[in-house]
């Protein structure tokens, strides 16, 4: 239900690739609202950190293989200064290779601002599934 909600939302939106609204709602819903609320917030901070560097890169350079290889590099970089963990670093860098390596004719600023709202929607419709309807705890 909620996967769906995400996907409607994002149309609603007039989000290029509502896909990724649901994906990320089923990345999240499916922890407890502790967990959902650890996982989401790295997925947050690794999509905007993913997304800045990948907007600036591919302003400025195509998407070649040493302009990847250093821009995971700088994400990592980021990922110290900001103290995020690895799940941050991952988002992270699946937001850069889909902003940087996936061609598209909008500006690379718009790309990113696209995958940073079709996450975040995601994100948010998981969270407040999570506080409605919570999961209950297996017993032993």
């Known amino acids: 239900m909620a996967s769906v909600v995400s996907l409607l939302v994002a149309r609603l939106f007039r989000l ?36 800045v560097v990948g907007a600036i ?3 400025y350079f195509g998407p070649h293989a040493l302009v990847f290889g250093a ?9 110290l200064v900001t103290h995020a963990d690895r799940t941050a670093y991952r988002f992270g860098g699946v937001t850069l290779a889909i902003v940087l390596l996936v061609p598209r004719t909008d500006p690379a600023w718009q790309v990113a601002f696209h995958r940073f709202t079709e996450v975040s929607i995601g994100i948010g419709v998981a969270l407040l599934l999570s506080m409605v309807w919570p999961e209950r705890e297996a017993g032993p």
């Open 16 to 51: 290029p690739e509502a896909y990724w609204a649901p994906i990320t709602t089923l990345v999240i819903a499916q922890s407890s609202l502790g967990a959902a609320l650890t996982v989401s917030w790295q997925r947050f901070v690794g999509t905007v950190l993913g997304a």
């Open 57 to 59: 890169v591919a302003s």
């Open 71 to 79: 821009s995971v590099f700088i994400l990592g970089l980021l990922r």
